[in-house]
């Protein structure tokens, strides 16, 4: 492990200091009074001001990045889940107690604060949030990084249910100013689209047809402790026409804004879905538009830093978050050969050496390709360089004909990445080995050493500081605070598992969030379930392959028996939803509704009331997920084994304390070696055998007709039961349930529902579930971002932590 010396915040600023200048910031920076200021107005006094405490150690951090020499990673990705900053930034600042201390004194309530900040979600689901917990880990570790990603103007949708289906509604986050950007007028690029390539003396020059303004918004990234931050660059769009004046006063006042509109169009939106592959124009665009901006912004910085464009590999590494930024590739060596004139076999080198892209998925519908004629329309002069790297890929390896970039007229993402990269590396050890024997089999082959993995990790700042305060006391307590930049740590906890006293003492941290939850969030929706139930969560992206639906049809079978036997000794039980689905994907909303309206019918059940309640909250977000994890009993991992790539998630609920019902899929495999197998309630079909089973022809019926359990559930469906006599509103859904089921729902449903039943019985022995508990915490040291990082600086990047002050 490397060894470095880490600053510590030398002067912790007190209470009062912190209320002086919170009142500077509101009175000078905001022109409001303490008597007239609103919530939002004390909300932005007190983000500038802990802005203005990240400018010491962000400055400090490039001066000594700069003053060493060091490599620097740029890690580009189209997404940054970040959620809210406020309470991540007063933990990481380490401010927590004086800060209570100041706003007791100005007599503002700390949770009203936060909850009046914007949750930024400038990405779906895992990978973005992979992206934001993944910043804030580099900080923490004092590596020179910098993240690249689009300021959308609307993030990801908020969603709504409106008769129990989902609604779409507009997301505004930048209504209100952001407190934590620095607006960099000066940091722009010019990227240009479409046009025609010429050639001059041997040298291709590109003429673009139209050309955008890429203007830089800087978020400064805080570590643990507040010695280091790092930047979060985001581009947005501009025109790079002035407005119309001629057109305007011609009386054209709307035609007058057009070239605005158009390039603003650029990063307006986030594409609401990360597992199909949308192929549509404007993504491409948007993919080159943020790849083009950092890629000349990397470069820049590099020239006036070292000069030498040999130096590239040895002063920067650039990792691609998936393949929406995989054109990095072609511009890369665009930029190396049209504009500084290398050679090709220079620039490919060069480009190899700096590049990594990390694959997230198998899912055939995710892989990205676009047709030829739309990439040689769109970039005409990438496409040629494509076709450059394809040759010379075809001619260097002898490759067999049916694997390369370009094949039946389209550009392949993946392929094109894999290329161009120095390491390839997968989320999970399972997902690895998959992506060498799968979708990179034959380029595995080709280049046996290029494919590592790094498992995922989480940070345990926000998910278990930030999101958990009561849990974090008890830990504290019980082994310190050094856990927290060193999550191995937490071993420390084990000899606590035997402790009746520690293990009361968990359970009273779980009791008050479940408390809180029920009196909130749940509250909220009418469902007021008893704290001593079984809190079953299962929040994510809705998907087929996550299996909700698998969830819900346990939930009408579970109803079934307790009907059958009111007055039997059942557990009581909660079980909670949360997601969104993408608003193209018919099936998954289908999932939604009908969870809704099994949540309606269930819990208006007087017989079973006391032992199974529903509750689906809308909006399924970062700050709600920092609200349901640390309440959660059982965590549901339940894809069909092969699917999840990794999984995030499941670590923030496992750290949390809660218990997995989970299959051998993703990181759940080593989520389950960590812990213990007997500390993990595993079910259902492997990797290998589900692959098998979904081959087989009619398995979902068999599989439907060997279980009264399920079929008695897809039965009640079909009757209407949950949908007012209306069966035919789930034909689709349970016709496909029936006849295809490709992930295998009906296969592993029985498995599913008796793994349930072990997680009733061991519920019913709270110190044994208590102690299990304990092991999960205790165990869950690896599965923090920390680690991950620590393993692309070491195996991928070959980057060193920078000291400050030598
Ligand atoms: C962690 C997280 C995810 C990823 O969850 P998975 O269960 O790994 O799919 C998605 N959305 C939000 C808001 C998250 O915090």
Redesign the pocket.
């Known amino acids: 492990m490397i060894i470095f010396k880490r600053p510590v915040l030398t002067q912790f600023p007190s209470a009062q200091d912190l209320h002086d200048r919170i009142l500077h910031h509101l009175t000078r920076g905001q022109g409001r009074s303490p008597e007239t200021a609103s919530i939002s107005d004390w909300r932005m006094a007190i983000s500038h001001l802990l802005r203005e405490m990240m400018t010491d150690p962000l400055m400090a951090a490039q001066r000594a990045t700069q003053e060493q020499g060091a490599k620097r990673v740029y890690y580009l990705s189209m997404e940054f889940?970040i959620g809210r900053t406020l309470g991540d930034a007063i933990i990481n600042l380490r401010l927590d107690g004086a800060m209570d201390e100041a706003l007791a004194m100005l007599g503002l309530d700390k949770r009203e604060l936060l909850e009046d900040e914007p949750d930024a979600a400038l990405g779906n689901?895992?990978l973005g949030?992979l992206a934001a917990c993944f910043m804030e880990s580099l900080s923490s570790l004092q590596c020179p990084a910098m993240g690249h990603g689009i300021r959308y103007e609307h993030g990801l949708f908020r969603q709504r249910f409106d008769s129990g289906q989902q609604v779409e509604i507009a997301e505004d986050w930048l209504d209100r100013p952001n407190p934590w950007e620095f607006p960099r007028a000066d940091d722009s690029s010019r990227i240009g689209f479409k046009g025609h390539v010429e050639e001059v003396d041997g040298r291709a020059v590109w003429h673009p047809g139209e050309t955008v303004i890429a203007r830089a918004h800087d978020l400064p990234v805080i570590g643990w402790n507040g010695g280091w931050a790092n930047t979060l660059r985001l581009w947005g769009a501009h025109p790079a026409v002035p407005f119309d004046l001629h057109r305007f006063n011609a009386g054209d006042h709307i035609g007058a804004a057009e070239p605005e509109v158009l390039a603003r169009t650029l990063s307006r939106v986030l594409y609401p879905d990360d597992t199909t592959e949308a192929g549509k124009e404007l993504r491409l665009c948007q993919e080159y538009f943020l790849t083009a901006a950092a890629l000349q912004d990397i470069l820049r910085r590099f020239l006036s830093e070292h000069g030498d464009l040999r130096l590239l590999p040895e002063k920067l590494a650039i990792q691609l978050n998936d393949t929406h930024p995989a054109i990095a590739g072609p511009e890369l060596m665009r930029l190396l050969m049209d504009e500084h004139g290398l050679g090709f076999d220079k620039a490919r080198n060069l480009a190899r050496g700096t590049l990594n892209y990390t694959n997230h998925t198998l899912l055939p519908e995710a892989l990205e390709t676009w047709s030829t004629w739309l990439m040689g329309r769109v970039l005409p002069r990438h496409m040629q360089i494509i076709e450059m790297i394809d040759a010379d890929h075809r001619a260097s390896t002898g490759r067999p004909d049916h694997v390369g970039i370009v094949r039946h007229d389209q550009v392949h993402m993946g392929e094109l990445a894999f290329i161009m990269a120095g390491k390839v590396n997968g989320v999970s050890a399972l997902h690895t080995d998959l992506v060498r024997d799968t979708v990179f089999a034959d380029l595995h082959k080709l280049h046996p050493d290029r494919i590592v993995n790094q498992t995922n990790g989480?940070t345990p700042r926000r998910w278990m500081r930030l999101a958990n305060p009561v849990l974090v006391r008890l830990i504290d307590e019980s082994i310190g605070t050094g856990w927290t930049a060193d999550l191995d740590q937490l071993r420390g906890l084990e000899p606590f598992a035997e402790d009746p006293a520690f293990r009361e003492g968990l359970r009273a941290a779980k009791r008050c969030n479940k408390l809180w939850l029920a009196d909130h969030l749940l509250g909220d929706l009418g469902v007021k379930p008893d704290p001593e139930a079984i809190f079953d969560v299962q929040?994510?992206?809705i998907h087929e392959y996550?299996r909700q639906l698998m969830n819900i049809l346990e939930a009408i079978a579970l109803w079934r028996r307790i009907h059958d036997d009111p007055n039997g000794d059942w557990v009581p039980r909660v079980k909670i939803f949360g997601g969104k689905a993408a608003p193209g994907y018919w099936l998954a909303k289908t999932v939604i509704r009908l969870i809704n309206d099994v949540a309606a019918t269930i819990n208006n059940d007087p017989v079973t009331g006391k032992f199974l309640q529903i509750a689906y909250p809308p909006n399924?977000?970062?700050s709600?997920?920092e609200k349901l994890i640390p309440a959660a009993d059982l965590s549901e991992?339940i894809s069909t084994a092969g699917k999840?790539a990794?999984?995030?998630?499941?670590m923030?609920f496992t750290m949390n304390g809660a218990l997995t019902i989970g299959t051998l899929d993703g990181a759940n495999v080593e989520i389950r070696e960590h812990v213990g197998a007997g500390n993990f309630f595993l079910f259902g079909l492997t990797a290998a055998e589900a692959g098998a089973e979904a081959a087989r022809p009619g398995h979902a019926r068999a599989a439907i007709e060997a279980s009264e359990d399920l079929r008695a559930a897809l039965q009640m469906v079909a009757e209407g039961r949950f949908s007012g006599g209306q069966g035919d509103a789930y034909f689709e859904l349970l016709d496909r349930t029936w006849n295809d089921d490709p992930f295998l729902v009906a296969s592993d449903f029985d498995a599913y529902f008796a793994a349930q039943r072990r997680v009733d019985a061991a519920y019913r022995d709270p110190a044994e579930w208590d102690r299990m508990a304990a092991l999960n915490i205790a165990r869950s040291g690896y599965f923090s971002s920390d680690r991950t990082i620590r393993g692309y600086m070491a195996d991928i990047w070959r980057v060193d932590p920078v000291g400050i002050g030598e």
């Open positions: 889940l689901g895992g949030r989480v929040v994510k992206r996550k399924y977000n970062v709600m997920a991992q999840e990794s999984g995030t998630g499941n923030k």
